[in-house]
Nanobody
Framework: QVQVTESGGGLVQPGGSLTLTCVAS????????MAWFRQAPGTEREFLAG????????VYADSPKDRFIISREKDANTIYLQMNNLKPEDTAVYYC???????????????????WGQGTQVTVSS
């Protein structure tokens, strides 16, 4: 069973920054494509950003594309989400997901991701 663990969430003031970390176990072969999603109360889970297993392709949602940066460790199932200029509307539970077997491209569809973490809460408030 693949273990997926997120960390780095917390309470931050508007305009502040946070960096989330996700570590997932591997099944072998290439590192997997991984992504960040988030879900605010009363809303559907939404795709934020994904990065290919090779690290050569990064895909972002239209918003908040200019404020969030995804990156990963080379040849490892460890990814990061650097979040800048946070706004109250960024308050949500942030999830990390693994798309097993995909390593060159990134899908935005949650159904493509077979393993998920428990989520980490990010609250933006003064």
């Amino acid at each position: 069973q693949v273990q997926v663990t997120e960390s780095g969430g917390g309470l931050v003031q508007p305009g502040g920054s946070l960096t989330l970390t996700c570590v997932a176990s591997r099944r072998g072969g290439w590192a997997d494509t991984m992504a960040w999603f988030r879900q605010a109360p009363g809303t559907e889970r939404e795709f934020l950003a994904g990065i290919s297993g090779l690290g050569t392709s990064a895909v972002y949602a239209d918003s908040p594309k200019d404020r969030f940066i995804i990156s990963r460790e080379k040849d490892a199932n460890t990814i990061y989400l650097q979040m800048n200029n946070l706004k109250p509307e960024d308050t949500a539970v942030y999830y990390c997901a693994v798309d097993h077997g995909r390593y060159q491209t990134v899908s935005r569809e949650s159904a493509e991701f077979g393993s998920w973490g428990q989520g980490t809460q990010v609250t933006v408030s003064s």
